[in-house]
C-alpha cells in the first residue's frame, strides 16, 4: 500500500486525504468549483454520490498503486454499505491545482 502522504499528486494527495478522514470541508476544499464524477461509466451528482458513498457510509481508500503522474490510482475501498471492493480512479487536476473531475469503478 502506498500511505497517502507519498501519492505523487497535491491535489489527489487532498482529496485522498479528505476521503480516508471524512472531513467532507477538507473533500469540497480540493475539488474544483464546477467538479464532476462518474463511477461505473455513469455521471453522477457529485455531491450526492459523495455523500452517500464515502461520508455516511464511512469510505476508505487504501491505494495499491499509482500512474500517469498520480492521477491513476488502484485502490481497495471499503465503506459500510458495500463493503471492501478494488477500484480503479482517475483525476482531472485544473490550472488551480484542485481536481475538476474524478471517475471511479470496478478495477
Excluded: C
Excluded at 500511505?3 to 482529496?15: E, I, K, M
Excluded at 487504501?62 to 480503479?88: P, Q
Amino acid at each position: 500500500m502506498i500511505p497517502t502522504d507519498d501519492l505523487s499528486d497535491p491535489a489527489v494527495r487532498a482529496l485522498v486525504a479528505a476521503i480516508n478522514a471524512n472531513d467532507i470541508a477538507a473533500f469540497r476544499a480540493a475539488l474544483a468549483p464546477d467538479a464532476t464524477m462518474s463511477d461505473d461509466g455513469a455521471d453522477r451528482d457529485l455531491g450526492e454520490w459523495a455523500e452517500r458513498e464515502i461520508f455516511s457510509s464511512h469510505g476508505h481508500l487504501d491505494v495499491e498503486s499509482e500512474s500517469d503522474g498520480g492521477h491513476s490510482l488502484i485502490a481497495r475501498y471499503t465503506n459500510d454499505t458495500w463493503g471492501a471492493m478494488r477500484t480503479a480512479w482517475h483525476f482531472t487536476v485544473d490550472g488551480g491545482g484542485k481536481v475538476s473531475r474524478f471517475e471511479t469503478g470496478q478495477a
